[in-house]
């Protein structure tokens, strides 16, 4: 009897899995995962708050793990870039970020390596700093 209520239940737990998409549900605001995302963008309000040059010293003070590369060509020895887009655009790498005046970003976000080569390709496999402007 026990048994059979034990499968019972995970049937109707597999069933309401599906029933949902399959798909866990959105995390709090105060999650790990929340608090992840959070780290990964830096917002206008942030940006209003310092005084930076450009682009890049912004993200140098307050991001600075962005400007490394952080894929799997690091293990191969081969040369690491990381991307840099401005709104639509590519520019190259992080480099390019010096010639953005912090005065026109509305938002800087980074994409992970893995993200970034399923999104842009396999030269991004070290990750993308994306940078949006209030004109975009």
Do not use: F
Not at 82 to 88: C, G
């Amino acid at each position: 009897m026990l048994r059979a209520m034990r499968r019972i239940v995970a049937g109707t737990i597999v069933i309401a899995g599906l029933a949902c998409g399959g798909r866990a549900p959105e995390p709090a605001a105060s999650s790990p995962r929340a608090a992840r995302s959070a780290a990964d963008k830096i917002t206008r309000e942030e940006i209003e708050r310092g005084h930076w040059a450009s682009a890049y010293d912004m993200i140098e003070s307050l991001r600075p793990r962005w400007l490394r590369a952080h894929g799997p060509d690091t293990i191969l020895g081969d040369p690491v870039v990381v991307q840099v887009h401005l709104d639509a655009s590519r520019l190259g790498g992080v480099d390019t970020l010096r010639g953005i005046p912090v005065n026109d970003i509305e938002s800087i976000e980074w994409v992970d390596p893995v993200s970034a080569a399923a999104r842009w390709g396999a030269d991004h496999g070290n990750g993308t700093i994306v940078v949006s402007t209030r004109t975009h």
